[in-house]
């Protein structure tokens, strides 16, 4: 019995027969049809990734995570200033700096955990929105 | 048309002179177009979806990276894409599981097969495979693709396209046999 590896009658059999064609012209709308969306294709191809707003909630994601990280690291906010900062008269602002993060640290871990986790999403959505884009 | 290999015509068209795809159009669209028909079973649908097969192969030209043969990768686009639509349609076609395979029936000698309407009992029995097993057959038979690349193509593990190619194959038989002592009886 022959395996289907040696069977060279049927392959020759399989050959002699042509496969089903397509109507005539069927090259040349597979063809418009690739011209007609090139436009879009090229202005997928053109526009980055990650665009502009990526980049802007990145940075103040940054931000934020900064200040975080300043005011929870233990001391007053006034400790942890940079020298380069302390030269300049800050009073009006560090007051206010202080405020703001004294509001921000009596808020439960819970609703700081809310704000990040919301801010991810945001992120999250913009980045997959635009993948969206370059895979279609 | 230029007889250059696939490559050659890929590199083109990432060049940018789109024109060139139109070369890998005309050399594949038989084969495709053969697979969608099976799939599809109607040619105006098989048209559509072949015609977006090559559509999404051009758009994602740039991330075939030639580790298999373009055409392996080419019909593996085909094939999910039909797959897909039968799926999003819910069509569901009766198969030919039906046909008992018979062991007698591989020791047919295809030579018997008289030559003037070889052609159509070939196409006849062929369309009465269901679609998996006709893919494979064209495949492997028709196109000389291996059982790697065929896995490759239909999503079935190696041993899987062997066990089926080798049941295909004896459908196959089996249809021609019956198909063969059916033209007899009609003579006689």
Known sequence: MKTFEEDKELRQLLKSVKPESPGPGFSARVMNRIFAEQPALEQVKQSPVLGKGFWIILALFAVLFAAVALVSGGGSASEQTPALLQQVNTDAVLTGYRAFFEKIANLPAGIAGIFMGASLLVLLEKFLYSGKHAIS | ?188
């Not at chain 2, 193509?153 to 080798?166: A, I, P, R």
């Open chain 2, 1 to 188: 048309m230029e007889n250059k290999d696939d490559n050659y015509y890929i590199g083109k068209v990432l060049e940018g002179q789109t024109n060139y795809f139109s070369y890998i159009v005309e050399r594949y669209q038989n084969i495709v177009f053969s697979i969608a028909l099976k799939v599809l079973r109607n040619r105006e649908d098989a048209e559509e979806m072949a015609q977006e097969s090559f559509v999404k192969a051009y758009k994602s030209l740039h991330t075939f990276q030639g580790k298999a043969k373009f055409s392996t990768w080419l019909y593996r686009i085909t094939y999910n894409t039909c797959i897909s639509e039968t799926r999003k349609k819910k069509q569901h076609f009766a198969s030919t599981d039906e046909v008992q395979i018979s062991d007698e029936a591989e020791e047919m000698n295809l030579d018997g097969i008289p030559e003037e309407n070889r052609e159509k009992v070939v196409k006849a029995a062929l369309e009465k495979l269901p679609e998996d097993e006709y893919t494979l057959i064209v495949l492997y038979y028709f196109e000389d693709q291996s059982v790697e690349e065929i896995s490759k193509v239909t999503g079935l593990t190696e041993s899987n396209t062997k066990v089926k190619l080798h049941r295909a194959r004896k459908k196959l038989y089996t249809i021609l046999n019956e198909m063969l002592k059916e033209d007899l009886y009609t003579i006689l």
